[in-house]
């Protein structure tokens, strides 16, 4: 599989069998049941989502919980037909890794690496330096800024040092902004100021250079004054030589409500040299859904997925889930969901046909 990191355009090569001589096509229909398994499968794969996203050297993802990739066969079979990519919902965030101070636990993680490695898939890693799901050790610690460099930096060497080499993109830096574009509070901004950033991405950097390093956040995908303080700090960064090598849109969107700027918008940071991915699209409809805005939804994915897939640097399009069955969304938006391509029994939802056609460039 391509490394996202510089897509290219040119499909894939088909293999087409040589016609056969009409005595071996007796043969062949003798050995039908031999020789068409060896035929299907590559025929299958080319209308998968990652058929489709291998075939332009992209990415398609998407957020696995520890909870269904475990214990659901059925998730993991759509799971590993459809998706070239995952990003570990929790497993990875700091409470996750480190519930004590020194005392790690990476069994979650160590599994969705090992088994995105078993099926053929890259990982997004996310995410290092984040306000939010810290361990109470860390909240609560009331360090002082000297102690928490060296906690951010151990704690970025560590992470990146055990995953060197398996994590292909990491969302360094989660959530900074407020709405009004000024830096949110949080324990890095408060005590360390801005410039926890680019030591974040410069430690990073160090502990595993071949990895895409990103900032990530919501609501910055339209042309807005959120995106645009982004822009101004992502400009500022390159040009001080820091190692930023990408943006990441998170894209949690309501049905109807892609934003009509945010081609433009990604097009802006990919002018800069930069990476731009959909990092975890999902797109939410006010409960029960009904059939005009299931086929609403369809037309969402595929204009939000072609409005990456259609800047130069577009690396992927990770989804935040898989199937309605599992998604944050019901939790967090009462009254609202059924927000990603697959309905609770595994069924393609009409959103599913619509994030195929956009990154199908034929459809
Ligand atoms: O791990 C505990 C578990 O021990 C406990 O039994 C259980 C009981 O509630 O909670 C578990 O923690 C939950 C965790 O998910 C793991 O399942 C937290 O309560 C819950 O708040 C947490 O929610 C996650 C949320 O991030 C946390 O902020 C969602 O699953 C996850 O989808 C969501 O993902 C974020 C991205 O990381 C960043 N961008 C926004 C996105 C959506 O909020």
Redesign the pocket.
């Known amino acids: 599989m391509p490394h996202a990191s510089r897509p290219h355009h040119h499909h894939r090569r088909r293999r087409v069998p040589r016609p056969l001589p009409l005595v071996a096509a007796g043969a062949l229909l003798a050995t039908a049941a031999v020789t068409l398994p060896q035929l299907t499968p590559e025929a299958s794969a080319a209308t998968t989502l990652r058929g489709y996203a291998d075939a332009r050297g992209v990415r398609i993802g998407a957020?696995v919980?520890d909870?269904p990739l475990t214990s659901d066969s059925a998730y993991t079979t759509v799971l590993d037909r459809e998706f070239n990519s995952v990003t570990a919902?929790?497993a990875m965030?700091w409470?996750?890794l480190e519930p004590s101070r020194g005392g790690y636990n990476w069994a979650a993680a160590d599994r969705l690496v090992a088994h995105a490695a078993a099926h053929n898939q890259g990982v997004r890693g996310?995410?290092l330096a984040?306000y939010?799901?810290l361990p109470s050790w860390l909240k609560n610690g009331n360090f002082s800024a000297a102690e928490l460099n060296t906690i951010l930096k151990k704690h970025i060497d560590t992470t990146l040092g055990r995953y060197k080499g398996k994590v292909y993109a990491w969302d360094v830096v989660?959530?900074t902004f407020n709405e009004d574009g000024s830096m949110r509070s949080s324990l890095w901004q408060d005590k360390l100021g801005t410039g926890y950033i680019a030591n974040a991405l410069r430690w990073a950097h160090a502990a595993d250079p071949a990895a895409k390093l990103y900032i990530?956040d919501?609501n910055i995908e339209a042309d807005n004054a959120k995106s645009d303080a982004l822009y101004a700090l992502a400009k500022q960064l390159l040009a001080e030589g820091v190692p930023l090598n990408g943006i990441g849109f998170?894209s949690?969107f309501v049905v109807g409500q892609v934003p009509s700027t945010m081609k433009a918008n990604l097009k802006r940071f990919s002018d800069l040299g930069l990476e731009v991915s959909v990092t975890?699209l999902d797109i939410r409809i006010p409960l029960p859904a009904s059939a005009a805005e299931l086929a609403q939804q369809s037309a969402d994915y595929k204009l939000a997925s072609e409005n990456c897939l259609g800047v130069a640097r577009c690396a992927g399009v990770t989804v935040?889930?898989v199937t309605d069955k599992y998604s944050?969304i019901p939790?967090?938006f009462s009254g609202f969901g059924a927000a990603l391509p697959y309905n609770e029994s595994y069924a393609p939802k009409p959103s599913y046909t619509g994030l195929s056609n956009g990154l199908n460039p034929a459809a």
């Open positions: 957020a919980g909870g919902e929790n965030k409470d996750a996310h995410t984040w939010s799901q989660n959530e990530n919501y998170q949690h975890e935040w889930g944050w939790g967090t």
